[in-house]
């Protein structure tokens, strides 16, 4: 296990933009696949989008246009920038990172879009 911080949740209005931010407090040995899940009371939690090591990123189709994500390498970090933000966003964000040994995930961002 390693330590992730997350930071950038907030309160946003509708149509607005957020950035979260995910960084690892130690070195994660390579390769990984770093990712960003959300969770709503009484549902399970959803891949939001992923980017494994080679650069490749996905997307759930309710995300794609909108929300981009992105990583860099000293330190282990990922980010999610979100644009055009919908109420249905509400959700605590999780980032994750999973490499061959270990898997981690930080302790959620909470994230309300406002109609």
């Known amino acids: 296990q390693v330590e992730l911080v997350e930071s950038g949740g907030g309160l946003v209005q509708a149509g607005g933009s957020l950035t979260l931010s995910c960084a690892a407090a130690?070195?994660?040995?390579?390769?990984?696949?770093r990712a960003w899940y959300r969770q709503v009371p009484g549902k399970q939690r959803e891949l939001v989008a992923s980017?494994?090591?080679?650069?490749?990123?996905i997307y759930v189709d309710s995300v794609k246009g909108r929300f981009t994500i992105s990583g860099d390498n000293h330190p282990s970090s990922v980010f999610l920038q979100m644009d055009s933000l919908k109420p249905e966003d509400t959700a605590v964000y999780y980032c994750?990172?999973?490499?061959?040994?270990?898997?981690?995930w930080g302790r959620g961002s909470q994230v309300t879009v406002s109609s």
């Open positions: 980017l494994t090591d080679d650069g490749t990123s």
């Open positions: 130690a070195v994660i040995s390579r390769p990984y696949t």
């Open positions: 994750n990172f999973k490499s061959l040994t270990i898997e981690s």
